[in-house]
Nanobody
Framework: VQLQASGGGLVQAGASLRLSCAGV????????MGWFREIPGKEREFLAA????????NYIDSVKGRFTISRDNAENTAYLQMNDLKPEDTADYYC????????????????WGRGTQVTVSS
């Protein structure tokens, strides 16, 4: 599957953004979809994942309650709704797909989209 992430931008603290991860080649239907972020000079960080077939979700503590991962298989797209953004959320955000449990906070996914940049000003 080939993925394309979009929806990043420059926002003020407290604002919301919705990132999209479209399957541009192949279906995302059977995959666990994950969202990750990377700050320059730091390791890529797992944020959230949504599994199949029951859409089980998992989040790291720092985004729990603010970020929501979802998927629309008819649109072949996964989403990350980000609310109450903070300056420390500034990063490049990536989506990925694999046959992994969403409950495992790993970055070891097989299929990756290109990143979309999110910048949150204070």
């Amino acid at each position: 599957v080939q993925l394309q992430a979009s929806g990043g931008g420059l926002v003020q603290a407290g604002a919301s953004l919705r990132l999209s991860c479209a399957g541009v080649q192949g279906s995302i239907k059977g995959y666990t979809m994950g969202w990750f972020r990377e700050i320059p000079g730091k390791e890529r960080e797992f944020l959230a994942a949504i599994g199949r077939p029951d859409d089980t979700t998992n989040y790291i503590d720092s985004v729990k309650g603010r970020f929501t991962i979802s998927r629309d298989n008819a649109e072949n797209t996964a989403y990350l709704q980000m609310n109450d953004l903070k300056p420390e959320d500034t990063a490049d955000y990536y989506c990925a797909a694999d046959y992994v449990s969403p409950l495992v906070p790993t970055t070891n996914y097989a299929y990756w989209g290109r990143g979309t940049q999110v910048t949150v000003s204070s």
